[in-house]
């Protein structure tokens, strides 16, 4: 059975991090999408989404992902809970780290 959908945004220093929960998968992956596109429209350019409790991606999804960094908001994708997953972000575009910090750090313009 599919887990609800939520995301929870959160901020640490200039950052923006998203918390998903749930599988990014039809209505849900449309709802992403217009979350992305609201904070591109509020000016915000480096997110970090969290993958940690996501089950699913589907095609949907992954478009919203690549319109968002095609549209310059530069996304760094962490925890994610399989190889495939990470796999198929690094194909739209997303930066992938082991942990939120060294995705902080690198956002921040320290090494990556």
Request: aromatic content about 4%.
């Amino acid at each position: 059975m599919e887990r609800p959908f939520f995301i929870r945004v959160r901020s640490r220093d200039t950052i923006t991090i998203l918390d998903v929960k749930g599988s990014i998968t039809g209505t849900w992956a449309l709802d992403l999408k217009a979350r992305l596109q609201n904070i591109q429209e509020e000016g915000i350019q480096r997110l970090i989404i969290n993958f940690r409790e996501v089950d699913s991606i589907d095609s949907i999804g992954m478009m919203a992902l690549n319109m968002a960094v095609m549209g310059g908001l530069k996304i760094c994708a962490v925890h994610l809970p399989s190889h495939d997953l990470e796999m198929i972000l690094k194909q739209v575009g997303l930066i992938v780290y082991a942990s939120e910090n060294l995705a902080l750090e690198t956002l921040r313009g320290g090494p990556p």
